[in-house]
């Protein structure tokens, strides 16, 4: 997703176990996206600009991994990141690299068995964000 509003309000799923990669590169181009994992072994999702992923939601996969990279600005007020159900034991990595990066994020970890890893690159990058671990 590189041109303007070229993944905007995209709902994109993956599933049958595949690994998936998304990267919005230019502003605005993820937001309002809508990324379904639940069945994936693998995704990653890559907002490098200013509210690139701005009130996109994310659906974790059940047992695979997630991956979020986020820029300066890129991630934003990220809608939502839900798990498709209680219990999962999946992995999150969030990477906030960048000045309010991750700015107002919620970030559900996955229940034991599962990892978690979210690392704050930059001053701000983590401002507002709330890391939730049962």
Same mark, same amino acid.
């Given at each position: ?6 993944c905007f309000g995209c709902t994109i799923t993956c599933g049958n176990h595949m690994d998936c990669a998304i990267a919005c590169t230019g502003s605005d181009v993820c937001k309002n996206m809508a990324f379904q994992c ?51 034991? @999946?992995?999150? !990595? +969030?990477? $906030?690299?960048?000045? =309010?990066? #991750?700015?107002?994020? &919620? *970030? ?5 068995? @599962?990892?978690? !890893? +979210?690392? $704050?690159?930059?001053? =701000?990058? #983590?401002?507002?964000? &709330? *890391?939730?671990?049962?």
């Amino acid at each position: 997703c590189d041109s303007s509003h070229s993944c905007f309000g995209c709902t994109i799923t993956c599933g049958n176990h595949m690994d998936c990669a998304i990267a919005c590169t230019g502003s605005d181009v993820c937001k309002n996206m809508a990324f379904q994992c639940a069945d994936a072994n693998s995704c990653e999702l890559t907002c490098t600009d200013v509210d690139d992923c701005r009130k996109t939601s994310l659906l974790l996969p059940t047992t695979g991994s997630m991956t979020l990279n986020c820029g300066p600005y890129g991630c934003g007020d990220i809608q939502e990141i839900y798990h498709h159900v209680s219990g999962s034991a @999946g992995s999150l !990595t +969030v990477n $906030c690299n960048g000045e =309010y990066s #991750c700015k107002d994020l &919620d *970030i559900p970890c996955p229940d034991a068995p @599962g990892t978690c !890893t +979210v690392t $704050c690159g930059n001053s =701000y990058a #983590c401002y507002l964000t &709330d *890391i939730v671990a049962s």
